[in-house]
């Protein structure tokens, strides 16, 4: 048979309930936060002062603060350098990952986002990482094709069709005493590279004299800011030295070799200087 008095004598059930006012849970509150306990205010050091300039405003000027407050200035402090510790981890496992979005993130949202992301959380979730490496996979893709449309562009104004002879051409010159040999065309200058030794540098006048390429052993390898009819100019200057010394100097009046001023009849009509002609052999 059941004792129902029993019921009553259950330890919980008998228990006194604890008192529920606000009082009573203030206090409780206050207790557990350390009671009246002080701690020297962790942002003035205990002087009161900030930076010796002014009152703290984390004590109050009163140097001491309560077992909370110390807390959770020292929460603040740990988690600072937990987060510096996990940006650190993560950036030594991801260099590659986190140098290529660093190096778009001028121009590229996502990337930029993410490196928010990496800033306030420590790393990148996985989720982040994958997302991460498609969106610069992306980028790379992109990057070789406009490099490689570029190079197709450069291949088709590069080129050798006779321009070995404009080397030959420089090697008289150089044979024959010119310190400084210059070859002027209509558009084209042509000269060497002072510290290349058997390189010639050209520079195009409908372009305000930008350098636009350059010859080696006889080939000519373009810049980009090349106009697209510069290797037949040079191969048309190659072909006929003399006929492009020739339009230059009668155009301008001067010798193309030397720049001198054309002064005889014979050689405004040449136009090309009888020493010039003769020291390049043309
Ligand atoms: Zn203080
Ligand atoms: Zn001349």
């Given amino acids: 048979m059941i004792d129902f008095n029993d019921l009553d004598t259950d330890p919980n059930a008998s228990a006194p309930l604890a008192s529920t006012s ?5 206090a409780a509150a206050h207790l557990a936060n350390g009671g009246d306990a002080v701690f020297p205010c962790p942002k003035c050091g205990g002087t009161g002062m900030w930076r010796g300039i002014r009152t703290c405003f984390t004590c109050r000027g009163k140097r001491t603060v309560s077992k909370g407050v110390a807390a959770a200035a020292k929460g603040r402090v740990t988690k600072a350098v937990n987060l510096a510790a996990a940006k650190a981890e993560f950036e030594g496992s991801n260099p ?24 306030q959380y420590g790393s990148l979730t996985t989720g982040q990482v994958v997302a991460a490496l498609n969106s610069l996979a ?24 006779g321009i070995d002879r404009i080397t030959a051409l420089f090697a ?17 200058i042509i000269k060497p590279a002072k510290s290349h030794p058997g390189t010639l540098y050209v520079t195009d006048k409908a372009l305000a004299g930008e350098y636009v390429g350059k010859i080696v052993a006889g080939k000519f390898e373009a810049r980009r ?10 191969c048309a200057i190659a072909a006929d030295p003399m006929k492009a010394a020739t339009e230059y100097g009668r155009s301008t009046g001067e010798c193309g070799c030397c720049g001198r ?4 009849p014979a050689s405004v009509k040449a ?12």
């Avoid at 992306?138 to 069709?161: I, P």
């Avoid at 044979?175 to 002027?184: M, S």
């Avoid at 090349?226 to 040079?234: G, I, M, Q, R, Y």
């Fill in 22 to 26: 606000p009082e009573a849970i203030r």
């Fill in 172 to 188: 008289t010159a150089t044979a024959a005493g010119l310190k400084k040999p210059v070859f002027r065309t209509e558009r084209l």
């Fill in 96 to 119: 590659a990952l986190m140098g290529d979005l660093r190096a778009i993130a001028s121009w590229h949202t996502f990337a930029r986002e993410l490196l928010g992301k990496f800033d």
């Fill in 138 to 161: 992306k980028v790379k893709e992109k990057q070789a094709e406009r490099a490689a449309v570029r190079n197709a562009e450069n291949a088709g104004k590069s080129g050798e069709v």
């Fill in 271 to 282: 136009g090309i200087g009888p020493i010039c002609a003769t020291k390049w052999g043309i």
């Fill in 225 to 234: 800011e090349a106009k697209p009819d510069t290797l037949a100019l040079l």
């Fill in 261 to 264: 001023e054309l002064t005889d």
